[in-house]
């Protein structure tokens, strides 16, 4: 292998660093075996002239909703390996798609899920004077009884 190969080889071992860098790495001897490294006369390897390019933009993300609580996602965290000063263990959260306000609910039981969600539920209704049109679960199980889907059928919540 030729001394231009080697120079190549440890530009790509050494995850695409400047010439500059490898070169004092080399003569510093900062990395064991590396051979004396000299600045090719060649441009610049294809991965970083790709890295150089311009990226496009995303579009940044639009709304699916229109007005705050028309759709909530919400998950259950599996229990944690250390308990709150409560003896809590697991957490539950809830988040409005159109502001991205997040509420935070600690449970002792997973069972309690059904019982967060009433609370929640009740307080969006009198603190916002709002109601929850849809509900974005993950179907983790904790909501899959019939009072769940009593009460989001009696309260207009769609899963």
């Known amino acids: 292998m030729g ?5 190549w ?3 790509r071992r050494l995850g695409h660093i400047n ?3 490898i070169v004092k790495i080399s003569s510093k001897n900062a990395v064991r075996d590396i051979p004396k490294i000299k600045k090719p006369k060649i441009g610049i390897c294809d ?5 150089k390019q311009a990226h496009a933009n995303f579009k940044t993300k639009e709304h699916h909703t ?4 028309e759709l909530i996602h919400t998950d259950l965290c599996r229990p ?4 709150s000063t409560n003896g809590d263990k697991y957490f539950m959260l809830f988040i ?3 502001s991205w306000m997040t509420w935070v609910y600690f449970l002792k039981l997973k069972y309690e899920a059904f019982d967060m969600f009433r ?3 009740k307080m969006i209704k009198t603190q916002i004077g709002k109601r929850i049109k849809i509900l974005r679960l993950d179907r983790g199980g904790e909501f899959n009884d019939d009072n769940f889907t009593n009460f989001c059928d009696e309260h207009g919540i769609r899963r």
């Open 96 to 98: 409005d798609e159109y």
């Open 9 to 11: 080889l440890w530009h």
């Open 66 to 69: 229109s007005k705050p609580l």
């Open 47 to 51: 991965s970083c002239q790709k890295g």
């Open 3 to 7: 001394q231009v190969d080697k120079n």
């Open 119 to 121: 609370a929640f539920t």
């Open 80 to 83: 944690m390996r250390t308990q």
């Open 19 to 21: 010439f500059d860098n």
